[in-house]
């Protein structure tokens, strides 16, 4: 277990250093005004009518960084400050968002997938953990019944890391929408430009870190689980 605890370590620091880049990112590029005056539920509009999409809406919701795009819903849901502020961060972050939306109405094959498996990793995510514990303890022992409970776990988990690697093209195809639309409409000048690509490529890495994250979990507990048999 103690090579558990130090890749967790490991992870945890990777992790909150992307995370805190990213942040700074945000707050250094919410600092370059829009010379459109656009803000960010208007930059989301004018992108979804450009894209001929009209049963989708622009919402505000609480908090930072909470923007996502729901496909059951059909709703844009951006956090406070990208619905309200005009700058290269929050035209970003809702050009992005319905990037998502954009994905949806085409139905991009990586979203449509993604969608289809949210339930059943929604479940896998809730229980994975607490089954391989209960495995792990169980089969200190050579009991079989442990190590099968062990390996019931680890395919929960595998699950859970399917669907972080899945949702990396959407993430990254979603953002390549939002920067091209924002330049072939000249909606953003060149710096502007070049700070929302920054923005977005630090969003996307927090995925990146997600998903490697928890396949290297993924390995750790598959050799665990070999090494007991």
């Not at 993604?114 to 990793?121: A, N, W, Y």
């Amino acid at each position: 277990m103690i090579g558990y605890y130090i890749l967790a370590g490991v992870l945890f620091l990777v992790s909150s250093y992307v995370s805190n880049r990213l942040k700074s990112k945000f707050k250094k590029y919410s600092k370059i005004q829009l010379q459109n005056g656009m803000s960010g539920k208007e930059i989301a509009e004018k992108m979804l009518k450009d894209n001929f999409i009209t049963d989708v809406k622009v919402v505000s919701v609480q908090g930072s960084l909470t923007d996502h795009y729901n496909p059951m819903t059909k709703t844009v849901n951006l956090s406070e400050p990208v619905y309200m502020q005009r700058n290269a961060a929050a035209a970003a972050v809702a050009a992005h968002e319905c990037g998502h939306a954009v994905q949806h109405a085409q139905a991009y094959s990586w979203l449509t997938l993604r969608s289809k498996i949210v339930p059943m990793v929604g479940v896998a995510s809730k229980m994975s953990n607490f089954i391989i514990m209960a495995g792990l303890i169980l089969s200190v022992s050579g009991s079989f019944i442990g190590s099968t409970i062990f390996l019931v776990g680890i395919l929960l988990f595998a699950m859970t890391t399917l669907f972080t690697f899945i949702t990396l093209p959407v993430e990254f195809d979603a953002s390549k929408r939002a920067l091209v639309w924002l330049e072939t409409n000249r909606m953003v000048t060149q710096q502007e430009h070049a700070g929302a690509k920054d923005a977005l490529k630090w969003a996307a890495r927090t995925y990146v870190v997600a998903a490697l994250g928890s396949l290297a979990t993924l390995i750790y507990f598959i050799m665990i689980f070999l090494g007991r048999r």
